[in-house]
């Protein structure tokens, strides 16, 4: 997609089995297009099966646009308000704790950080929509995300279900359609799973030991849906897609973030200093810190601009015939934003395939700020564009931040040792055999040391998180246990 972009400029057609697409090559594009055009470009590509059956047309991600899907983006809109976002920030602070915790005393294959921090951004994600920490990758709700999991990405693979990729087949008998009976197989545990976190937190709020958080924010206030005209079941599918979403893009940026730096001695040297200026030997940062460490935030824009989480880009479906300067986009057109080549145009940037976080050190602000003015002024386009533009955005930068502003204060971030006891020479970068071959930009499993930056803030790491562990947090009026239970 990269040399086509270059090769064919701001806009290509190609075509992929039923359907033909729309590569979106250029900011202005995008803007005209995703954004202008949004009433007709904010659809999704039909999927009789994989969306229909086995999600039963309730999950968001894959919901094409109309009353259902804006009722949903209605609801999380008002979950995700700027005031709730900043809410959740304890949340992240308290699992920021564990995670340098776990890293300083579990990490010794140099492997295990990986799960590390899996476990944070997850974590994370559960207590923000449903109340409960995920304590280890061992817990009961990691086991039932991960099936879940499993379904939809197989669902979703090019090729799952015949009848998605040749739609006019869905216009046959329900019992002649192919693939049909293995699709509903999925229907009721995949529902199952969205019900059984959204009972429990109701069972948890009548016992009064629900703490603040999304899903709590529903029940209380019923008629945030209700208004909508969305039933019960519609609430525990919103909110689930939000777990679903963000902790997944939160993961693989963060590893992005891990690689990249052990292979960057420079710009971990940068933010060092940085943040002993701000921040000092003699305390943690907090959240407070974030604005006064440009370089901090820097990295993480450098990261979701170099590695988009989206592997081939943000697929939308055109309802209506769309104009672009001289083309003609007809409706029934795959819309294809190709995110990667938007952060990596040598036009753009200079050497832009290189961890350079200098470059975004007057970008202050959130991602969703510069979403909204000139284009090419954007800082990266991960988060899509749009009305589909992530809902969840300032939830997932704070995330991040704070995460990468925690590990770089208590570690310095190192290639592995090999089996000589020597360092390696190098981190594996290349895009081709460093990074999953799937629909996001995840790097396959590696190696790297997390070398405490003294005995002091070592003891500091164990000894903060044993205060939490004994005393828990507070969130908002709530006082949490390290379990995620309020009392």
């Not at 895009?431 to 190696?447: G, H, I, L, R, V």
Request: glycine share 6%; proline share 6%; aromatic share 12%.
């Amino acid at each position: 997609m990269h040399k086509w972009g270059l090769q064919y400029g701001e806009v290509f057609k190609l075509r992929v089995g039923w359907y033909n697409w729309v590569v979106i090559n250029s900011p202005e594009a995008m803007k005209e297009i995703m954004d202008k055009q949004s009433i007709h470009t904010s659809s999704k590509v039909p999927a009789p099966l994989a969306h229909d059956v086995v999600t039963g047309g309730l999950r968001q991600f894959t919901m094409r646009y109309g009353p259902q899907w804006r009722a949903y983006r209605h609801v999380s809109h008002q979950v995700l308000s700027t005031p709730m976002t900043a809410s959740f920030i304890p949340v992240q602070e308290f699992e920021a704790k564990q995670l340098l915790y776990d890293i300083a005393f579990d990490n010794k294959n140099q492997r295990d950080f990986y799960w590390h921090v899996r476990r944070f951004s997850f974590s994370i994600h559960m207590t923000a929509t449903y109340g409960r920490r995920v304590d280890s990758w061992q817990h009961e709700d990691v086991k039932q995300a991960n099936k879940t999991s499993k379904i939809l990405g197989q669902v979703s693979k090019p090729g799952s279900f015949l009848v998605d990729e040749l739609p006019f087949l869905a216009n046959l008998p329900a019992l002649l359609q192919p693939g049909r009976t293995r699709a509903a197989s999925y229907t009721r545990p995949i529902l199952d799973a969205r019900l059984r976190l959204w009972n429990r937190l109701k069972k948890e709020l009548e016992a009064g030991h629900a703490p603040k958080c999304v899903g709590r924010e529903l029940l209380e206030n019923e008629s945030l849906w209700k208004g909508q005209g969305l039933a019960e079941v519609d609430a525990a599918w919103n909110i689930s897609g939000l777990a679903e979403a963000g902790s997944e893009t939160s993961f693989v940026t963060m590893n992005n973030l891990i690689l990249h730096l052990a292979a960057s001695p420079d710009a971990q040297r940068r933010a060092y200093e940085e943040l002993m200026r701000v921040v000092g030997p003699d305390r943690t940062p907090v959240f407070e810190d974030v604005q006064n460490l440009p370089y901090i935030r820097a990295c993480v824009k450098e990261m979701l601009r170099l590695r988009p989480v989206p592997t081939w880009g943000t697929k939308h479906f055109a309802d209506a015939d769309v104009k672009y300067k001289d083309y003609m986009i007809p409706k029934g057109t795959v819309l294809l934003a190709n995110t990667s080549f938007l952060g990596q145009d040598p036009r753009r940037y200079d050497d832009p395939f290189t961890f350079r976080p200098e470059r975004f050190l007057n970008y202050p602000k959130y991602s969703a700020e510069y979403a909204a003015g000139d284009p090419y002024k954007r800082d990266h386009f991960a988060f899509g564009a749009g009305r589909r533009i992530c809902p969840g955005a300032k939830l997932g930068e704070n995330t991040l931040d704070i995460g990468l502003m925690n590990l770089l204060w208590a570690f310095e971030v190192r290639p592995p040792l090999m089996e000589n006891g020597e360092e390696a020479m190098h981190m594996n970068m290349d895009f081709d055999t460093a990074f999953e071959p799937t629909a996001f930009s995840a790097p396959k499993p590696f190696a790297v040391r997390f070398v405490p930056r003294s005995e002091k803030a070592l003891r500091m790491v164990q000894e903060q998180w044993e205060r939490g562990l004994r005393e828990g947090y507070m969130l908002g009026k709530n006082h949490v246990s390290a379990t995620g239970v309020g009392h």
